[in-house]
């Protein structure tokens, strides 16, 4: 029932993993990568991942089973992979010194952990972002539920933009004036790692179709101007299919839609972008092989996921303001604990700004706090400590000129309220907050541990705009 070919970027489908048996484990080799990005520049791109080819096959894994992955660093300096949306143990969260130690070069790591909720997920690296997510290091993570209604093709596009001139080599993946406004735009944009592809789905099949952005800056709004659609998840939550017109979708946000293909063979439809003035295509979907039929009208809903209902009414509210830095509020030097110390404890010649994960610049802040870095004891205090059961409303407050996507890890989060748009309560992980925009979420914090709050516009996020918050 899955699998309907992907024309580009390698087979999708991930191989599947145990049952109730020992997991299978899956091995992640982060090393440097010669990725064949097709489209006007089809250069060789010398290239940071996590597969062969980009984008990696899909990882799939069963809601409620386990998932094993062993992470083997062959980059030259330290990662961690961070599983995002995915409500786990704090110690399988990939936060390098917050929630484990950094994987240094040559070393490994295994996460494992049980998905509790289906849906559409990801995952990337946790320090040095900007230049790690920039060349490549990031994989889709789907995880199904098998009591879901079957479709007869699942596609995953996984849409990001490439800093690169015309011979497909990297350019400066971050700029001052990119990480002190809307981000560093990459100019060569790409769908599983091709530009505008023509994916095959089943003529007249049923289809779901799983949008991610991934690009470390760009909002799009997805749309699908010739064919209609239902959304049926929001960043891996699912909802019950409400008609799909068009979406916006900041960097780490994710949509499923499902679709009924065209019922004559080799009739197409497109997926765009249409935020930009001028529309541009991301993907085009052409109907092949025999016809299916499948009743039309809205599709059969997806299962719920079991994320605990916040007691709003009794919840206590914390507010977090996202804003500039002011130009003095941090001198990094200010922050540094003894370097070389700090080297032999790790045993390692890394270069001490890399292993302490600290921003080379500070341009953001939250509560007026910038984030100064992380390294063995020299966190600085979460920004707030929530009681382990209890319901809180987050109110976020952007007083920038920008939009922020915000992302909290370890918990799903209930969107209520904002003071400009109209919010039809749904479940997500990262949320758009517009300029001048107040939106309250609400969450029941029953995931022990530190957990990252951060702006997920890459350069935001490595230039202050990241904090966390400690449930204890
Ligand atoms: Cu997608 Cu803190 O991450
Ligand atoms: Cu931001």
């Not at 700029?175 to 769908?191: K, L, N």
Request: hydrophobic share 40%; proline share 10%; charged share 15%.
């Amino acid at each position: 029932m899955l699998g309907a070919g992907i024309a580009v970027g390698g087979a999708l489908t991930g191989i599947p993993l145990g049952g109730a048996a020992a997991p299978t484990e899956q091995q992640i080799v982060a090393a440097p990568r010669s990725f064949a990005l097709t489209g006007n520049v089809s250069a060789v791109t010398a290239g940071w991942g996590y597969g062969d080819a980009f984008p990696p096959p899909t990882l799939r894994v069963k809601v409620g089973d386990t998932l094993r992955a062993r992470l083997i660093n062959r980059l030259p300096e330290h990662t961690s992979i961070h599983w995002h949306g995915i409500r786990l143990p704090n110690a399988m969260d990939g936060v390098p010194y917050l929630t484990q130690p950094p994987v240094e070069p040559g070393a490994e790591f295994v996460y494992e952990f049980r998905p509790p909720d289906a849906g559409t997920f990801w995952y990337h690296p946790h320090c040095n972002s900007i230049e790690q997510i920039g060349r490549g290091l990031m994989g889709v993570l789907v995880v199904e539920n098998p009591d879901d209604p079957p479709f007869d093709a699942d596609i995953v596009c996984l849409y990001r933009d490439w800093r690169f001139d015309d011979a497909g080599q990297f350019t400066a993946i971050t700029t001052d004036e990119g990480a002190g406004r809307a981000g560093t735009m990459g100019s060569f944009h790409t769908v599983n790692g091709a530009s505008a592809p023509v994916i095959d789905v089943p003529t007249g099949g049923l289809v779901r179709l799983r949008i991610l952005n991934l690009d470390s800056a760009r909002v799009i709004t997805a749309a699908l101007p010739e064919q209609p659609a239902w959304i049926i998840t929001i960043d891996g939550n699912p909802i019950a299919p409400v008609a799909f017109d068009q979406w916006q979708m900041g960097p780490a946000m994710r949509l499923d839609l499902a679709l009924r293909a065209p019922d004559r063979e080799g009739a197409t439809f497109t997926l765009t972008n249409s935020f930009a003035a001028e529309p541009w295509t991301l993907a085009t979907f052409r109907a092949a092989g025999p016809a299916r039929s499948h009743p039309q009208g809205e599709p059969p809903a997806l299962l719920a996921s079991p994320i605990p209902r916040p007691d709003i009414d009794n919840a206590e509210t914390l507010h977090f303001t996202f804003s500039a830095s002011s130009a003095t509020a941090l001198d990094p030097q200010d922050q540094l604990p003894d370097l070389s110390a700090l080297q032999a404890a790790l045993g390692t010649n890394e270069p001490a700004a890399d292993l302490l994960c600290r921003p080379q610049r500070i341009f953001w802040a939250i509560n007026q706090r910038p984030w100064p870095g992380q390294a063995g004891g020299q966190l600085p205090p979460p920004l707030a400590t929530l009681t382990r059961g209890r319901s809180y409303v987050f109110e976020l407050i952007n007083v920038t000129p920008h939009t922020h996507p915000i992302h909290l890890h370890g918990h799903t989060f209930l969107v209520i309220e904002s003071n400009k748009r109209t919010i039809t309560p749904y479940h997500t992980d990262t949320v758009l907050i517009h300029t001048k925009e107040r939106v309250k979420i609400a969450f029941v914090a029953d995931n022990p541990g530190d957990w990252m709050l951060h702006c997920h516009i890459i350069e935001h996020q490595d230039t202050g705009m990241m904090g966390y918050v400690r449930v204890a």
